[in-house]
């Protein structure tokens, strides 16, 4: 009797307890589903502040890899973001959400914005018959000064293959690099990479030329360098295995842009014939290490002063199912302090990439974060690709856009994720993919671009417009 009874009693308490657990969790649920409701986003961390349409863009499906294009930055003092649309159009915000000035910017399509270090100067890259960069005041978006890339790179208007600047960087002493680049497609199916690297002033004097006397003959689209401007870094990412002048995977410069200090060759990973490295690299302040991803699926890190390779991972690695080689390619690389973050994008058909893969690989469309030892501390998969990432203090915002196998449209959004511990801080949906994204550096405020996108059965969903989040305080 005394053993049923405390059975009971047992019984009872466990009952009980689950069911405060569960109110518990239930109530915790709520109030973060009420937070994020009353917000506009999941967790109710940040606060939809305002809620731009930018203009009318081209649609594109899911087959088509050229989605619209879009950038947003915030300044170094936190206190505007800057806005470079598909439409040609330069927006200067507050991060209140007020317009400050827009400029049109012409006939040419917006390939690039950053901040000067000093928030003085808004830098616009673009594609145009002229290939210009352009340098605006930030107070009210005058022109202070252009320089072409067209006398380097040349142009043909007949075949619309024109130069653009389409990579910037500045050090912390607001000298500027700039990637101007120009391809060109031959009725023969080969490919033609015509590029130059650029240094100017802050008052746009040019006084760095790479190489000095030649076009580089390499696809080159990125650039960064170290905080006190002593090293520029490139990669090439050419599409086919032809011989090229500029042939090694990496290249590291000096800061005057007149030597080569080191390159690296990274070997080819099967069954692919070249290596592509189209984001990379990104060297850490200090300039003592360079981080790379290649489109295969392999991450590197480099010893930025002297070029030996110090780690190298696999986040993707090529298999062969049901008789196609596929991969997640590898798309973007940050440096966060003592972390380093990868990131990988869409399911890779290696057999042809317009066509659709067995399967979708288990590591697309994700987030790695190592240490500079090559320890993998934590990972986030977010379901669809990753078309921006941008670095905060300890918080990394993402824009996530298409998911060309799943075609899941519940993916699409904003995310804000803490670096390392790769934990979702908070996400805004969007009904389009979200093509661009930026966080401020004292990670208060978050800004994305959603773009439209047109459905198998041919609607259209989504609009061409910003978004603008600020942290809950």
């Known amino acids: 009797m005394k053993k049923k009874l405390f059975t009971i009693i047992i019984t009872v308490l466990f009952i009980v307890t689950l069911g405060l657990l569960g109110s518990h969790i239930f109530s915790l649920d709520s109030r973060m589903s009420m937070a994020g409701k009353q917000s506009g986003t999941q967790t109710g961390a940040y606060v939809k502040t305002t809620e731009t349409v930018l203009g009318q863009t081209e649609v594109y499906n899911y087959q088509r890899m050229g989605f619209n294009k879009g950038f947003v930055r915030f300044s170094p003092d936190s206190r505007y973001l800057a806005v470079g649309s598909e439409t040609g159009e330069v927006l200067l915000f507050n991060t209140k959400g007020s317009l400050v000035w827009r400029k049109n910017m012409g006939l040419g399509k917006i390939t690039a914005v950053e901040f000067s270090p000093d928030g003085q100067s808004i830098l616009i890259g673009e594609n145009s018959p002229q290939g210009y960069l352009f340098s605006l005041a930030a107070k009210d978006g005058r022109e ?3 320089q072409a890339s067209v006398n380097e790179l040349g142009a043909n208007i007949k075949e619309k293959t024109f130069p653009g600047v389409v990579a910037v960087k500045t050090d912390a002493n607001g000298m500027i690099y700039a990637v101007a680049q120009r391809y060109i497609r031959q009725p023969d199916g080969r490919n033609e990479y015509i590029g130059r690297i650029y240094k100017f002033t802050p008052e746009g004097e040019q006084v760095g030329l790479f190489p000095s006397d030649h076009n580089l003959d390499a696809w080159v689209s990125w650039i960064s360098v170290d905080a006190a401007g002593e090293r520029a870094y490139f990669a090439t990412a050419n599409y086919d295995i032809a011989k090229y002048k500029y ?10 842009l007149e030597t080569v ?3 690296n060759i990274v070997d080819v990973a099967h069954p692919y014939q070249n290596v592509a490295m189209r984001t990379s690299p990104e060297v ?9 991803i290649a489109s295969d699926g392999r991450c590197f890190l480099f010893d930025g002063i002297q070029g030996k ?9 090529p298999q062969k199912i049901a008789g196609v080689y596929i991969n997640a390619t590898g798309n973007y690389v940050q440096m966060f302090g003592e972390y380093v973050v990868f990131t990988t994008g869409n399911t890779y058909n290696r057999a042809n990439w317009q066509l659709p893969t067995p399967v979708e690989s288990p590591s697309s469309n994700s987030l790695f974060v190592f240490d500079l030892q090559g320890n993998l501390m934590n990972n986030y998969k977010f379901g669809g690709m990753i078309e921006q ?6 918080q990394a915002a993402l824009a996530v856009g298409r998911n060309v196998r799943s075609k899941d449209l519940s993916v699409h959004g904003l995310y804000i994720v803490t670096i390392p ?15 661009a994204a ?11 671009i959603e773009a439209p996108i047109q459905l198998d059965d041919g609607r259209v969903v989504g609009e061409y417009k910003l978004v603008l989040l600020t942290r809950q305080e």
Request: aromatic share 10%.
């Open 309 to 317: 390779e110090l780690w190298r991972r696999s986040i993707s690695q």
């Open 144 to 146: 202070l000064w252009r």
């Open 284 to 292: 850490s302040a200090n300039g003592r290490y360079t981080a790379a």
């Open 421 to 435: 511990e790769a934990q979702l801080v908070d996400r805004v949906a969007t009904d389009g993919p979200c093509i």
């Open 438 to 448: 930026d966080i401020s550096a004292d990670g208060k405020y978050a800004a994305g």
């Open 247 to 256: 042939d090694r995977s990496i290249y590291c410069l000096d800061g005057r």
């Open 261 to 263: 200090l080191w390159s």
């Open 389 to 394: 990432i941008a670095a905060g203090s300890r």
